[in-house]
């Protein structure tokens, strides 16, 4: 062939090629195919060379040689024999991620593969292909730009979260959103996360809650991830619908399920799940609480220094908010000083709640309280009944309280000896001494005032008789309100007054002659006088 002829036949060739791949344009055209993802390896995607050979002659296809403009670009297709064929796993995803990354760096071939001819929720590649008529010609490139159709191939997926995933106050208003989770699904929207749904609690009452999912507001990310095939609708969450109490229920757990679009033709959907915690945080909402409504207990005067009353105080809040302080409410006795408290912060024996198979303790805090005594009691300078009250106040913000009755009773014990006291006309006689003239003493006259008390008997136990002397001397008890006299050496029954509030302080005597005194007779008396309690 000589030159003319092979420049002719060149010429010919490269109008036809031009005629065939750009018939509608003086530029490069696009060729457009379709195909969905995951097909097998080996799939033709385009046959270039079918469609040249109805316009060439075979020698003039024989000729014709094709590469790929650039290989990594063509990632996971091949060109084989004049053919594009599927050379690695085709996922549409994979693509769609590819070809995000080049729409977001603003490359060039990304913008020219993302145009309005992609169809939607496909993911297209541009593949540049060389075309070199002759081994003297210059290459000829055109572009095929492969639709990848998606399949739901991809169930929804739930990033790692904490547990707890959110941590909300037990005062939380009704009505308040709790944001939950989200769950992404590769594939495009119709093969995307439509709902989600509880599927099982495993801690907490489910009627305190409701979910729902917050409508999708198509700005512009939302927007650009639909172009590229990536599934986002709106955010799931919880509403409170009746108020919450901690101490009734401390741990909300349960199953979010989110569900995609289905693989249509009455194929189940994909679902992806993941357990969310929601811990409810305390609120200084509960005064401590003592386990009566009173406390008593009786102690004998000489009793030892011992624990004398033991108790139970709880809090059904937690942490600061439940951490207990104990006091004496003083009182004009100075109780403070007499008794002290301990407080020993335990959790109750054999209280414990089985939900779920899993056992937590009760929730709250909880105390043992001892009251113990720290010296003697001394009847004689205390009421017979101590009352006092001890208070109870938790370290919250603000601090709560509550306080309970105590009553000590005192058993007085006789460990004191009754005491004779002697008086004459009003002035007390020491040491228990009196001189008598002997010429005005006559019978029946009154020596001394004699004053019996005894400070840890009643007056009514008290007796008192002539021990010595009794031939000389006697008793007669006289009564305090009337000043008449009772009966005989050591007095019958107490008389009070009408009054009934008054009561006297010592039983009163009156010492008398029963004869006639003679200092020549015997000039001193000793008479002993003995008390009884």
Not at 206 to 214: C, D, E, G
Not at 264 to 274: D, I, W
Not at 380 to 390: A, R, T
Request: charged letters at 20%; glycine letters at 6%; one cysteine or more.
């Amino acid at each position: 062939m000589d030159l003319r002829k092979y420049f002719f036949s060149f010429f010919s060739t490269f109008l036809l090629l031009s005629s065939i791949l750009y018939p509608n344009t003086h530029g490069q055209l696009i060729e457009s195919v379709s195909v969905s993802e995951n097909r097998e390896i080996g799939t033709v995607v385009y046959d270039l060379k079918e469609r040249l050979s109805r316009h060439l002659d075979p020698d003039q296809l024989n000729n014709l040689t094709a590469y790929a403009g650039q290989q990594d670009l063509f990632w996971p297709f091949a060109l084989k024999d004049l053919r594009i064929i599927v050379a690695r796993p085709l996922d549409r995803e994979a693509i769609c991620e590819k070809q995000r990354a080049l729409v977001l760096n603003q490359h060039h071939g990304g913008q020219q593969m993302q145009g309005e001819d992609c169809p939607i929720y496909h993911c297209c590649q541009l593949l540049h292909v060389n075309v070199v008529v002759s081994p003297t010609s210059p290459p000829m490139a055109f572009f095929i730009r492969v639709a990848v159709q998606d399949l739901n191939d991809n169930p929804p997926i739930f990033s790692h979260i904490e547990s707890p995933f959110a941590t909300i106050p037990e005062d939380i208003p009704v009505g308040e959103r709790i944001h939950l989770p989200e769950a992404f699904d590769a594939d495009s929207r119709p093969f995307g996360v439509v709902d989600y749904r509880i599927t099982q609690w495993m801690q907490g009452n489910a009627s305190h809650f409701q979910l729902n999912v917050i409508a999708d507001q198509e700005n512009e990310e939302v927007s650009r991830n639909r172009e590229i095939g990536f599934t986002k609708i709106g955010r799931p969450y919880l509403k409170v619908i009746h108020p919450l109490d901690r101490e009734t229920e401390e741990v909300y757990e349960f199953i979010l399920q989110a569900i995609d679009g289905g693989q249509g033709e009455g194929r189940m959907p994909y679902t992806g799940s993941v357990a969310v915690m929601i811990r409810i945080r305390d609120v200084n909402d509960n005064a401590p609480v003592f386990d009566e409504k009173s406390y008593s207990a009786v102690i004998h005067e000489n009793t030892l220094p011992q624990r004398i009353l033991q108790f139970k105080v709880s809090d059904r809040d937690s942490g600061e908010n439940g951490r207990l302080f104990l006091n004496i409410i003083d009182s004009p006795h100075k109780v403070s000083n007499l008794f002290r408290i301990s407080l020993q912060n335990n959790l109750p024996q054999g209280e414990m709640i089985v939900k779920y198979g899993n056992s937590r303790p009760t929730p709250g805090s909880f105390y043992t309280a001892s009251l113990h005594l720290l010296e003697y009691l001394d009847a004689e300078q205390l009421p017979p009944v101590l009352k006092f009250y001890i208070s109870a106040s938790d370290n919250g913000q603000p601090p709560l309280s509550s306080r309970v009755e105590v009553n000590i009773d005192i058993v007085n014990v006789n460990d004191q000896a009754p005491k004779i006291e002697f008086y004459r006309e009003g002035t007390r006689l020491t040491p228990n001494r009196l001189v008598l003239p002997e010429v005005i003493t006559a019978p029946e006259s009154i020596v001394a005032e004699v004053h019996v008390t005894d400070a840890d008997s009643s007056l009514s136990q008290l007796s008192c008789k002539i021990t010595s002397e009794g031939d000389t001397f006697r008793l007669t008890e006289v009564n305090p309100f009337t000043g008449t006299m009772e009966n005989s050496n050591y007095g019958g029954h107490l008389i009070a007054s009408s009054q009934s509030f008054l009561f006297p302080a010592y039983r009163q005597f009156t010492l008398r002659t029963k004869v006639n005194l003679d200092r020549e007779a015997k000039a001193l008396y000793v008479s002993n006088y003995r008390n009884n309690s």
